[in-house]
């Protein structure tokens, strides 16, 4: 079975810096997709990256970043320029097929406090 | 749209009741799934659903029922509520349009079972 492992139980960060979340997995496949997830205190889950595990490319999507590294199964996310906003859960999240249409396995999550 | 709506948004339950927790959505939408949430985890896979008429089990299915007789919803049935299932409870559904793919999730249900 697929595991999704969140080693940070809780990161601080001060507004305006970047930080960067740790994510590892295991899995048998070739073919899969990665996800982060920001669930804020409202615990509406929200989407913030997905990564193709057949692009080499790293995804990026405004201040949010991935480093993807296949042969070590890590998918690390990069926020930059943090912002209060940016304060929640972040869940790193496998899936064997596009969109998780089978499901997602999610981490435990990693707690990321901004500091004024 | 109104995306993916779950009701109710709070339940609570006495051990042995039942219940069914409520999932729509209005984007037609072919894939549908159930988590749970417990407190210091991540989301967990109940069941899930490919299409009308189809649906499979997930991680934790035991204890939990679904149906999906139509494309917009997909119920989610305890049949005899017990304490470990206390959990908040989130669907969702997925839309695959062009070359990307977005999971949406509903607010999500807080369930209490005394």
């Known amino acids: 079975a697929q595991t999704v492992t969140q080693s940070q139980p809780e990161m601080s960060v001060q507004e305006a810096e970047t930080v960067t979340l740790s994510c590892t997995y295991d899995?048998?496949?070739?073919?899969?997709?990665l996800f982060w997830y920001k669930q804020p205190p409202s615990r509406q889950m929200i989407l913030v990256i997905r990564?193709?595990?057949?692009?080499?490319q790293n995804a990026t999507e405004n201040r949010f970043s991935v480093n993807f590294q296949k042969a070590a199964k890590s998918f690390s996310l990069k926020i930059s320029d943090s912002q209060l906003g940016d304060a929640a859960m972040y869940f790193c999240?496998?899936?064997?097929?596009?969109?998780?249409?089978?499901?997602?396995?999610f981490g435990k999550g990693t707690h990321l406090i901004i500091q004024p | 749209n109104a995306g993916v709506t779950q009701t109710p948004k709070f339940q609570v339950l006495k051990t042995g009741q039942s219940m069914t927790l409520q999932c729509a959505q209005d984007?037609?939408?072919?894939?549908m799934s159930w988590y749970r949430q417990d407190p210091g985890m991540g989301l967990r896979l109940i069941h899930y659903?490919?299409?009308?008429?189809?649906?499979d089990q997930g991680e934790v299915p035991n204890g939990y029922n679904v149906s999906r007789s139509t494309t917009e919803d997909f119920p989610l049935r305890l049949l005899s509520a017990a304490p470990s299932q206390t959990s908040v409870y989130f669907c969702a559904s997925i839309s695959f349009r062009g070359s990307t793919d977005t999971q949406y999730f509903g607010p999500g249900t807080r369930l209490t079972v005394l």
């Open positions: 990564q193709e595990a057949y692009k080499q």
């Open positions: 659903s490919v299409g009308a008429g189809i649906t």
């Open positions: 899995t048998s496949e070739s073919d899969y997709y």
């Open positions: 984007m037609n939408h072919e894939y």
């Open positions: 999240a496998y899936s064997p097929m596009r969109g998780g249409a089978d499901g997602l396995t």
